[in-house]
């Protein structure tokens, strides 16, 4: 394993001086602020500055990770801190600039159909996306700055909409540092990341800044050749609950990639397993956003508005089937989103009594559009061979909430909510009769209850109807892009979800936390990812039942543990020849670690991730082989702000999979109908990541 930066002078000299300048807007007056997510209902998140005596878990599943907690874990890629949420995994099966694939509660969530995901009030998920519904793209995001993890899991909750089914994730950036931070880390097959955030007084409120830059190749025969780069502002004043904040972000990433393999090339020694098919697949991404809160705190209300405009564009070449649908050229494909979307959340909390009980009402309001340009084109070697479809997509949605809690006695608390969502889109695709608009709303009931504490233990139960949305194209579509005649049925824009979840949350013994939870989960029809086409397609009904189980200690003031195991099964609910199974559906998941140390002196960890067998089609004839995987840190703190810290990664040099497809594709000289087989995107070899940090 070499360990070597990559040699860009010009980017390397852009950033130095960022660095410089961000170190020296540092002020020794400024303290660190771990910003509260704003949510003053029963269910906000624990940990948080509570406005009224109401606030607390509404659930088993539901929680919050503080953002040095988050950052605590040793990790492969940005996202992959959200595997702080219990039961969540997060994989990649595609270069290190496209979105990540996410797994939770039994879904293939492929990247991100049922599982929405939001930073300072921005939605992730992003609606009739070129590559699939839903798709989240946390790439740009800086790991550092996080100041709180807060999770969701279930159609419980008033203030969740498109997207939370299986569960919400919610990310805070800091408003303010207390040291100005430079950071570098230098790590295996080429990877080089550097880091420069800092903050200072500025009139009443704080300015803060971070700046960073990631090159990596990785360990593929075909180079990633990564190269990203992510920048951010924030103005503030006040606190995150009283007070107000502006913030500019700005994103570019380049890479080329390595996709899904079919595994009889491995076996047959035709490439190995870090070779690529294809080696122009690849990609660029680009996001820039304008993002601002306002928010206002008293003894009888809270009110909270955030704002956002977001600019976003990607271009996707892949080639999952080689040469089946065209022996000359191949099969690669180029898939294009370029949209502009801004939206608003607000919400207004008033906390009072009912006859004596004490009860909290929150009313609120959301809003978005989506003004999209979408395509995909054949390709060769990025070149453009034929245009398959290209559409321009306008898509809003507004919706309103209300949820309200009472405390009924001190062991007996009650919450109902109520959320209307209304959804219209427009599309004009370049084949007419595929033209069309089209608009749905659906009505999301919500109820959940509380017993306790008895014994420093409470009981949970909740109830809810939830949904998501479908691509708005396959809401007009009428005959097929590919060859523009055979007809095609339509999906809805909207489909419903319901579910329901018993559980408790138990404090046996100081500082030792467990719960469990067991759950189901009804849809009126799957999203799934089809692999061959790259892309996701309404499916069939189907069930989830499962069970969680959570356990996090904090043994002594330097030493914490935790074990999470996740059991769910998963069915599609109709009879159909194919089979019952969900492709890509995990039954068991299951994590395991400790962090160790003090603000100073030696630190460090490690974690056990399990990640189980899936189906990989209907009738479970192909599945997917386990992963686990074990990640280590060590390291030391310095009195002086030093940090030194070596990660390693996939410690024990697994040869798992990252992510399992089964479908058919083609080889040269393989029959014209091609062979169905399992295609893997390997994890990578052991690799050391050495990270020196200083706060100034």
Known sequence: MGMRAPTCGQARGFFVAVTVLLATAGSADAQIVLPEISVTDARGPAGAAPSSELQAPGSASEGVVTGVEANDRPVTRPAEVLEAVPGLIVTQHSGEGKANQYFLRGFNLDHGTDIAIHLDGMPINMRSHGHGQGYADLNFMIPELLGGVWYRKGPYFAEEGDFSSAGSVRLNYVDRLDKALIQTTLGSFGYWRSLAAASRPVGDGHIIGAAEMTFYNGPWDVADALRKFSGFLRYSQGTDRDGFALTAMAYQNNWTSTDQVPLRAVQAGLINRYGSLDPTDGGNASRFSLSGRWSRLDEASASRIEFY?????????????????????????RQTDQRTLFGFNASHSFFGRLAGLPMETKIGAQGRHDDIRVGLSRTEARAPLSVVRDDRVRESSLSAFIENTVRWTPWLRTTLGLRTDWYAASVASDIAVNSGATQAAVTSPKFGLVLGPFARTELFFNAGHGFHSNDARGTTIRVDPNDRVTPVDRVPLLVKSRGAEVGLRTRPIDGLETTLAVFVLDFASENLFVGDAGTTEASRPSRRVGLEWTNHWKATPWLSLDID?????????????????????????????????????????????YFGPRPLIEDNSARSPSTALVNARIGYRFDNGIRVQLDALNLLNTPASQIDYFYTSRLPGEPATGVADRHLHPVEPRALRLTVAGQF
């Open 309 to 333: 405009g977001i600019r976003s564009s990607l271009n996707l070449w892949n080639n999952f089937t080689y040469f089946l649908d065209n022996p000359v050229n191949g099969d690669q494909f």
């Open 565 to 609: 195991v996740a059991y769910t099964r998963t069915r599609f609910t109709n009879v159909d020849p194919a089979g019952r199974y969900v492709p890509g559906a995990p039954a068991l998941v299951a994590s395991a670690g400790f962090t160790l140390g003090h603000a100073t002196g030696w630190f460090g960890g490690a974690r056990l991730r």
